[in-house]
Every structure is written in C-alpha cells, then in structure tokens.
Nanobody, 121 residues
C-alpha cells in the first residue's frame, strides 16, 4: 500500500476550485479503494468521497454532491476536484483506505498527513 501523501490544498475564494491529489509513496493504489475525508476545527470528521479500486463506484457526502468529483488515473493517483467552493468547505483534507466497500463503511486506515483547504475572501 505505501504511505498516502496528499497535495493540492491552498487558499481559494468562495466559488473557486481546487484539485487535490492523493498518491502512494513506496506502494501502489491500483488494488485499493480510496476515500477523501475532512476535518475542520471543532467539528467531527466528515466523509467527503470514496472511489472503488476500479473507479466504477463513487460515493459522496451530501454536503459535496454535485460540487466535488473523485477520480483516479492509471498513474497511481486519486484526485478530488472541488468546484463551487464554500467557506464551510474549509478543513484539512485527508485520503485514506476504507475498511470496506465505498458507501458501506465509515472506518478508514492509513491516513495521509492531510492538506489544508481554506475558502475565504
């Protein structure tokens, strides 16, 4: 599996877009489902999106449906495209391995170090 490494966070204005990346350092993501989660200060962890190992199944949290898209390529990277960003999307975003099929588990393992996303004018 390797260690998961997130990148792509930053400061963006409301209504803007960012694309986050999740890669495996020293391993491969090819055979694994991957999820994106986020946590803001003082708030509970929230599942954002999940993609199956083949990419054929994707699931989204209600707060991001229609705005965020999870995808994966054949170069061992999973992406989270975030559009129409809102201040309430501000959080540290993590990628991790779900401990079950996407949409059927809320447990994740091998979290990355996270990347900060701040939506502010």
């Amino acid at each position: 599996q390797g260690q998961l490494v997130e990148s792509g966070g930053g400061l963006v204005q409301p209504g803007g877009s960012l694309r986050l990346s999740c890669a495996a350092s020293g391993g491969t993501l090819d055979d694994y489902a991957i999820g994106w989660l986020r946590q803001a200060p003082g708030k509970e962890r929230e599942e954002v999106a999940c993609i199956s190992s083949t990419g054929g199944t994707t699931t989204y949290g209600d707060s991001v449906k229609g705005r965020f898209t999870i995808s994966r390529d054949n170069k061992n990277t999973v992406y989270l495209q975030m559009n129409s960003l809102k201040p309430e999307d501000t959080a540290v975003y993590y990628c991790a391995f779900p401990l079950g099929p996407c949409g059927y588990t809320s447990e994740y393992d091998h979290w990355g170090q996270g990347t900060q996303v701040t939506v502010s004018s």
